[in-house]
C-alpha cells in the first residue's frame, strides 16, 4: 500500500528558509512521477513542483529560483527545499505521487500525503 507522509512544516519568518520531506513506502519513489501542492486559505491546489523518473522537474512561476525539488532514492523520500519564503507561501503543503506519465504531465496525481502546515508572517 502506498503511503506518504510530509514533515517539515513550520511558522518562519519572511526570507526564511524550510525543508519539506515526504517519506515514502509501499513502492519506489524512483520509478514514480512526485510532486509538491499547496493549498492556501481561501484558494484552490496549486502545483509547486514536480520531479519525473528521469529526475527532470518543473516549478511554479511563482517559485522559481526559491524552492528546489529534489528525491533520495535510497531513503525513498522526497524533499522541497525552500528558501526566501514570503507571505503568500503560507498554505498545507502535500507530496504526491503518480505512475502514469500522462497523467504526471497533465498534474493528475494518484497518491495524496496528509500534508503539512508552512506559515510564513513577521
Known amino acids: 500500500q502506498v503511503q506518504l507522509v510530509e514533515s517539515g512544516g513550520d511558522s518562519v519568518q519572511p526570507g526564511g528558509s524550510l525543508r519539506l520531506s515526504c517519506a515514502a513506502s509501499?513502492?519506489?519513489?524512483?520509478?514514480?512521477?512526485m510532486g509538491w501542492f499547496r493549498r492556501a486559505p481561501g484558494k484552490e491546489r496549486e502545483r509547486v513542483a514536480r520531479?519525473?523518473?528521469?529526475?527532470?522537474?518543473t516549478y511554479a512561476d511563482s517559485v522559481k529560483g526559491r524552492f528546489t525539488i529534489s528525491q533520495d532514492n535510497a531513503k525513498n523520500t522526497l524533499y522541497l527545499q525552500m528558501n526566501s519564503l514570503k507571505p503568500e507561501d503560507t498554505a498545507i503543503y502535500y507530496c504526491?505521487?503518480?505512475?502514469?506519465?500522462?497523467?504526471?504531465?497533465?498534474?493528475?496525481?494518484?497518491?495524496w500525503g496528509q500534508g503539512t502546515q508552512v506559515t510564513v508572517s513577521s
Open positions: 509501499g513502492y519506489s519513489a524512483s520509478r514514480y512521477c
Open positions: 520531479i519525473y523518473r528521469d529526475g527532470s522537474t
Open positions: 504526491a505521487a503518480e505512475s502514469g506519465s500522462w497523467a504526471c504531465a497533465v498534474g493528475l496525481f494518484t497518491y
